[in-house]
Structures are given as structure tokens and as C-alpha cells.
């Protein structure tokens, strides 16, 4: 074999190499950047969702005319360090105690305020569900990458560490019973 046979096949195996590092790197970043995106956008949702919440206090509180404070632990959320999951968690069980009122005070179904709370809180939670299925798919597929050959050894480069799921189950320890309801 020649000096240039040799060097030919060392430059397509090199740049077949070069090849798939790229190919691996730009998915993985391309991943990482879509879940950033879906984390911002759960943000702001969750956000949107607690200033409904504050509005519905405000409405029960006036429109009952009662003492009785509903949504106290729900309103101090804010001052918590809660992950995405558990504040997403504390607003569903508020909204379940929403819609309860409006079940059994009849002039909360009828506040016009109240009922366009509602619709929105309703399109919200679809956003929500929507976008934490996109943010688990994401997840799940840059997990893959980080986890296989020869992409794992790219992501060990690069320091790409595996990210939790929306819920915040970590799939890598032995912990089996680790999502509550």
C-alpha cells in the first residue's frame, strides 16, 4: 500500500469521525435547546395560572362577602422553593377547590370575571399539558443520546448531564415509588 492509499483512507475515516461528532453534537444541542425553550414557556404559564388564581381570591373573597380564606396557603406560594412540578401540582389543587365553589355558590357561576377566569385556567392547563409532554419527549431523547455510543462519549466532552422529567422522576435510581399522587 502507498503512502497516498494510506493517507486517503485515514482522511475519510477522520472526516467520517468529524462527521458524526457534528451530527451528534448539533442533535444534542439542538434537544437541549427545545427543552430550554419548553422550560421557559412552562415558566410563564405557571406564572399566568398564579395571577388567575390571585384574581379568583379577589372574586370569591368580594363576591361571597365571607371571611373565610380559601386560597391562603395557595396565595403564599410564591414565597416557596417550589420546582415547576410541585407549584403545577399546588395550583391544580387550588383550581379543584375553584371549581368546587363554583358549584356550591351559585353567584360565582354567575360573575362574568369568574367565568372568563375559568376559560382561561382551562386553556392554560391544556398549554400546560401540551408543552410538559413536549418538555418529557425532549428530555427523554437527549437522555438517549447522553446515554449511548458513540453520542455518550460526545455528551461526556461537552458535559451534558441527563435532565429529569417535568415530574421530577429521576429513571436512574433504584427508588421505584418515587411518584406521589
Known sequence: ??????????L???GSGALVYVFYFNKMQYLKTKIEHSESIIDETLRIRYDYLVRIDSITKSSLNDSKEYF??????KNKNLTNFELDRKLREAFNIVYKLKDDFEELGKNKEFKEILNSIKETDEKITAITTYYNKNTNDLNGFIRKFPS?????IHKFQ????FDGK???DDIYDDFKL
Open 1 to 10: 500500500m502507498n503512502f497516498f492509499t494510506f493517507l486517503l483512507i485515514l
Open 12 to 14: 475519510i475515516i477522520g
Open 72 to 77: 391562603k396557603e395557595y396565595i403564599n406560594l
Open 152 to 156: 455518550a462519549m460526545i455528551a461526556k
Open 162 to 165: 441527563i435532565k429529569p422529567f
Open 170 to 172: 429521576d429513571m436512574t
